[in-house]
């Protein structure tokens, strides 16, 4: 099956760094999402993104489909940024989950 | 728009008990659902996929007699896990993909549900 991993998979920031976060994948996609889940374990659609670039605030995802990887940006991070970031990928319909950066954000 | 709800949030129970999770679409249709569960500090692992009206596909490795999955309609999907015991003690979080309007193929995830067998 497809594989999905990310990097790094822990992170600490500063409160108002940059980072970017990786997710690399075996396969074709048609479709690739990146999540948030906050420390209450819920998951947050941040974007669904198979291709192309897009900005949603201080947040920004580029998928680059043909060299199977997809990278988040996040600027001037804030507290409230900290959780689990995960990419997950459909490959036969099913969405298959990356491993995850773990992100705590200090103030 | 799409909000996806799950109860209960969290649940304890005797062990060879049954216990019922429902997840249900808001303010969308959802022809497939789907259940993962998750461990400490764990990605997500996909247990099933249920289409509304037939029977629900289940990964490798999953008992589907102890995880029964029903989807009934558009907008409800629900796990029963029988029998429970402490080994299925996890975090089990629901997911519904929208089969049409502007975020058509995109999946939303419910809060999650924490379940404890004593």
């Known amino acids: 099956g497809i594989q999905v991993e990310q990097s790094p998979p822990d992170l600490i920031l500063q409160e108002g760094a940059n980072s970017t976060l990786r997710c690399n994948f075996s396969d074709s996609v048609n479709n690739l999402q990146w999540f948030h889940q906050n420390p209450w374990g819920q998951l947050i659609n941040l974007f669904y993104i198979p291709s192309g670039t897009k900005q949603n605030g201080r947040l920004s995802a580029t998928t680059v489909a043909t060299e199977r990887y997809s990278l988040l940006y996040i600027s001037s991070s804030q507290t409230t940024d900290s959780g689990v970031y995960f990419c997950?990928?459909?490959?036969?319909?099913?969405?298959?989950f990356g491993t995850g950066t773990r992100l705590l954000v200090s103030p | 728009g799409a909000v996806v709800s799950q109860h209960p949030s969290w649940v304890i129970c005797k062990s060879g008990t049954s216990v019922k999770i429902e997840c249900r679409s808001l303010d969308f249709q959802a022809t497939t659902m789907f259940w993962y569960r998750q461990f400490p500090k764990q990605s997500l692992m996909l247990m099933a996929t249920s289409n509304e009206g037939s029977k629900a596909t289940y990964e490798q490795g999953v008992e589907k007699d102890k995880f029964l999955i029903n989807h009934a309609s558009l907008t409800l999907s629900t796990l029963t896990v029988t029998s429970a015991h402490p080994e299925d003690s996890s975090f089990y979080i629901c997911?519904?993909?929208?089969?049409?309007?502007?975020?058509?193929?995109?999946?939303?995830f419910g809060p999650g549900t924490r379940l404890t067998v004593l």
């Open positions: 997911s519904a993909r929208a089969s049409g309007g502007a975020r058509y193929n995109e999946q939303f």
């Open positions: 997950a990928v459909t490959g036969f319909q099913k969405l298959v």
